[in-house]
């Protein structure tokens, strides 16, 4: 488990450091006959940092407490 914590640790770390990311899809903006323009539409996907102290949190406690087997 203690691999699993400090993996959860990284990604809160990148969480919290990277709190947007931002993709583009092709959307069809013209469809007239046999002509198509296709254009990029930019999509926001934010979250809160305080999301990312959590998940370190987590990868934490992971770390630190012992599990049987």
Same mark, same amino acid.
């Given at each position: 488990?203690?691999?699993? *914590? +400090?993996?959860?640790? @990284?990604? *809160? +770390?990148?969480?919290? @450091?990277?709190?947007?990311?931002?993709?583009?899809?092709?959307?069809?903006?013209?469809?007239i006959?046999?002509?198509?323009i296709?254009?990029?539409?930019?999509?926001?996907?934010?979250?809160?940092?305080?999301?990312?102290?959590?998940?370190?949190?987590?990868?934490?406690?992971?770390?630190?407490?012992?599990?049987?087997?």
């Open positions: 488990m203690k691999k699993a *914590g +400090i993996i959860i640790l @990284i990604l *809160g +770390i990148l969480l919290t @450091i990277f709190t947007t990311v931002t993709f583009f899809t092709r959307e069809k903006v013209v469809d006959g046999e002509i198509e296709m254009g990029n539409k930019r999509h926001h996907l934010s979250w809160s940092p305080l999301i990312g102290v959590a998940v370190m949190a987590v990868g934490g406690v992971l770390m630190v407490v012992p599990f049987k087997k």
